[in-house]
């Protein structure tokens, strides 16, 4: 069992900032990859920004420079921080982890519930 709880989302005028965290909990043995995905009004799901367990960061092209993933491996949190925010950022943002249990023989993807980010023009 995995739990995935994200905080962080709301409300914040273009070029503002804000930061988003995910703790995850429950029989984890080990995490792979954390990551951030978005769905906007009426657009498909997309990946925003990924870490592996390196610390090798990606990012969609629309975020470089703006976003940044971070992970802190002790709390088994992923954050991402969005800085110079436009309104085309609005969406709801889910973590996901690609995470081994201690109930799994090999890793397995677990999302968090969304939270909304909504930034004004």
């Known amino acids: 069992q995995v739990q995935m709880v994200e905080s962080g989302g709301g409300l914040v005028q273009a ?10 909990s429950g029989s984890i043995r080990s995490i792979n990859t ?3 995905y978005r769905q906007g009004p009426e657009k498909q799901r997309e990946l925003v920004a990924r870490i592996g367990s390196g610390g090798a960061r990606n990012y969609v092209d ?3 420079g703006r976003f940044t993933i971070s992970r802190d491996d002790a709390r088994k949190t992923v954050h991402l921080q969005m800085d110079s925010l436009k309104p085309e950022d609005t969406a709801v943002y889910y973590c ?3 995470a081994l249990t201690y109930g799994s023989s090999g890793y397995q993807a677990y999302w968090g ?3 909304q980010v909504t930034v004004s023009s």
């Open 15 to 24: 070029g503002g900032s804000l930061r988003l965290s995910c703790a995850a």
């Open 34 to 36: 954390m990551g951030w």
């Open 62 to 64: 629309s975020v470089k």
């Open 96 to 98: 996901n982890i690609l």
């Open 113 to 115: 519930q969304g939270t």
